[in-house]
């Protein structure tokens, strides 16, 4: 089932780019949400977009990533852009084969698995101390430029500090703790022994205990509703969105090799259904090598343009522009040149008939109002000097008395 186009979507051969934190490892994307969109515009418009990766948040128009482009329109964050692609010409819905009591269940279902599952997976990636300081915040620092590598990955790190925090997946214990006693001199740790008490040693298992119930609850009920099918579509063999926003909570997991694999070990383990299903959906949108859409190499200069955006003025350019501008891209352009057009004459006529005269003003200067006078100026300085004539001719004159006198 294909949607027709909205009027106000660009018209066909405008270029649409995908802009996405590259990838790591065997990710597709270093980012949940890059993964979703990646995999659903992917299936949805196959062959029809590019990808521009950046490991840059400010240059998205909402600050965040993934954000699509497509001529003079932006769809920022994984629903806008699923259901900006929904409305392009030729766009596959991904929920047809599903009915109306069906596609709301898996709505919900999709907001359960974008908040608990996310909680999840950002809790191995910011939280785990241990993943954030040797995975994380490294690999973040290899994608960014001088000087966002510094404090960009540490800014996203507390974006999420109050969502982990209120569902009470922040500074949980890692093994992070028994790496630090290898490290520590044996004096160290004996006194380490003797302070933590058996109640703290408790605690410490008992909270990572609390999140591995916590993914088990959660992966035990998706693995249900998947069952011996390849997809959580019970009526067809495709992905659905939710089987494309499941898959990339478990493809961000399985793909990474984190230094304390607490969620990794689980659903490889307990859940390898989930597993093959991640595999299974990325399958499906990339089939082969030759179906992944071009890509814009990313660019790791080092330079003050990543400060300091310029824009290129380059003939090549302009001309490329050009040819490729829409009908809405022409009519802005022209209001714009009208705009500036109608303000230069409006200065011009300004300038011709009304002839406003410039006075130059002196503080303290003679002349009526303090305007300043060159003839004035000249006179006074004739007149100080005929003063300073005079005083000298009356100092010689009284130097002479004196010998007369005598």
């Known amino acids: 089932m294909s949607h027709p186009p909205s009027p106000a979507v660009p018209a066909a051969g405008t270029p649409i780019t995908l802009h996405i934190w590259p990838p790591y490892e065997n990710t597709l994307s270093f980012d949940v949400s890059g993964v979703e969109a990646l995999l659903h515009t992917q299936l949805a418009i196959p062959g029809r977009f590019s990808i521009a990766y950046t490991a840059n948040p400010d240059s998205a128009p909402s600050g965040q990533l993934p954000y699509l482009t497509h001529g003079l329109h932006n769809a920022n964050t994984f ?82 500090r109050p969502r982990l925090e209120a569902a009470e997946l922040w500074d949980i214990p890692g093994i992070e703790q028994e790496e630090e006693e290898d490290r520590t001199s044996a004096f160290r740790k004996d006194r380490r022994r003797k302070k933590e008490t058996k109640a703290q ?84 949108a990339f089939p082969d090598t030759q179906s992944f859409p071009p890509t814009v190499p990313l660019d790791l200069s080092v330079s003050l343009k990543s400060l300091i955006p310029t824009p290129r003025l380059s003939l090549w350019t302009w001309s490329r522009r050009t040819v490729e501008l829409t009908e809405e891209e022409r009519r802005f352009r022209r209001a714009r040149w009208g705009w500036i057009g109608l303000a230069v004459t409006s200065v011009v006529l300004y300038v011709v008939f009304l002839r406003p005269t410039v006075v130059f003003i002196v503080p303290g200067g003679s002349g009526v109002g303090g305007q300043y006078d060159m003839d004035d100026d000249l006179q006074e300085r004739e007149e100080e000097g005929e003063e300073e004539g005079d005083e000298d001719e009356d100092e010689v004159e009284n130097e002479d008395d004196p010998e007369d006198d005598e």
């Open 79 to 160: 629903p806008s852009i699923a259901k900006y692609v929904a409305q392009l010409r030729d766009a596959r819905d991904l929920n047809e084969s599903l009915s109306t009591m069906e596609k709301a269940q898996f709505l919900a279902r999709i907001a359960h698995v974008q908040s608990d599952y996310g909680d999840l997976v950002a809790h191995v990636l910011y939280s785990l101390r241990l993943n954030w300081w040797k995975v994380t915040r490294p690999a973040m620092a290899s994608m960014l430029p001088v000087p966002q590598r510094y404090y960009v990955p540490s800014r996203i790190r507390e974006s999420y």
């Open 201 to 284: 040693k408790f605690k410490r298992v008992f909270e990572r205990e609390k999140v591995i119930d916590k993914a088990r609850a959660f992966l035990s009920s998706y693995a249900a509703l998947l069952g011996e099918r390849q997809y959580f579509n019970p009526h067809a063999d495709s992905p659905t969105t939710l089987d494309v926003v499941f898959a990339a909570h478990t493809h961000i997991l399985m793909n990474i090799s984190f230094v304390d694999p607490l969620l990794r070990n689980l659903l490889s383990e307990s859940y390898p259904g989930l597993v093959a299903h991640a595999k299974a959906v990325q399958t499906a």
